[in-house]
């Protein structure tokens, strides 16, 4: 590992809008996060696989009013990502560094209002399946986590991890498509998305890939 990779991973640990092992708040934020670590009552919204947190900073200046926190296991990415919101004064983000398998140590049953999936590894290989973000195991997880029809929205360049992703959403029954299409920047959906484009998302555009983009809800 480069040195300044590893100063940045250091540095996260002075961080205090990072929880991660070591953070005071990270072995008792659940069911927390609003009055521990935001302070506030505001709805919280959740970026999965965020790496440098492109919708919990952009979507945190857009709505002062709701607290967003960004996921992923990856320290240097989240150190950009915390440095951003530290540098724009975002006291609405902050970012766990976490497996999101574990998602469930850190987030009780209804604690969440909202969830963004972005540009979540594809994860072709069939051994891999169980640990797409969008398998059945992880859907589990945020129907608990999250409260009754909130939603969830899902972008990515992969066309075969979005149409896996609709196929385990057609064969459920607790489970509504709202809104979904192949091609966001020429849909009528491109609002949805608040203008906010992540650093992998950048990089497919260039290579004129399109982006995908659904969102979703649990219905019971
Ligand atoms: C392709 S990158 C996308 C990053 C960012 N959302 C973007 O669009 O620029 C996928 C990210 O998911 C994270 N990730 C993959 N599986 C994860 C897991 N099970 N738990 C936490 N993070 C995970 C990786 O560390 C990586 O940063």
């Known amino acids: 590992m480069g040195r300044a990779k590893l100063k940045r991973i250091n540095g996260l640990e002075e961080r205090l809008n990072v929880l991660q092992e070591g953070h ?14 935001f302070k506030n009552e505001n709805p919280i919204i959740l970026e999965l696989a965020c790496g440098k947190g492109h919708y919990t900073t952009g979507l945190a200046k857009i709505y002062a009013n709701k607290n ?35 998602i469930n140590h ?22 891999d399946i169980k640990r797409r973000l969008t398998a059945p195991r992880f859907l589990n997880l945020y129907k ?33 498509i709202l809104e979904s299409t192949y091609d966001l920047y020429q849909s009528t ?24 983009y659904m969102v979703f809800q649990f219905v019971d």
């Open 24 to 37: 005071s708040l990270y072995d008792s934020i659940k069911s927390n996060w609003r009055k521990g670590c």
């Open 144 to 176: 608990d986590l999250l409260k009754k029809r909130g939603l969830i929205h899902l972008k990515t360049d992969n066309l075969p991890l979005f149409n896996y992703t609709i196929e385990v959403l057609e064969e459920r029954n607790d489970v509504k």
């Open 68 to 102: 967003f926190v960004g996921i992923d296991v990856k320290g240097d990415r989240l150190w950009v990502g915390s440095t951003n919101a530290l540098e724009d004064g975002l006291k609405n983000a902050a970012f766990l560094r976490a497996q999101i398998q574990h």
């Open 106 to 127: 850190f987030f009780d049953t209804d604690e969440v209002d909202e969830i963004w999936i972005t540009f979540p590894d594809p994860r072709p290989k069939d051994r």
């Open 189 to 212: 959906l491109i609002t949805a998305h608040h203008g906010i484009q992540t650093e992998f998302e950048k990089k497919f555009l260039q290579n004129e890939i399109p982006i995908k």
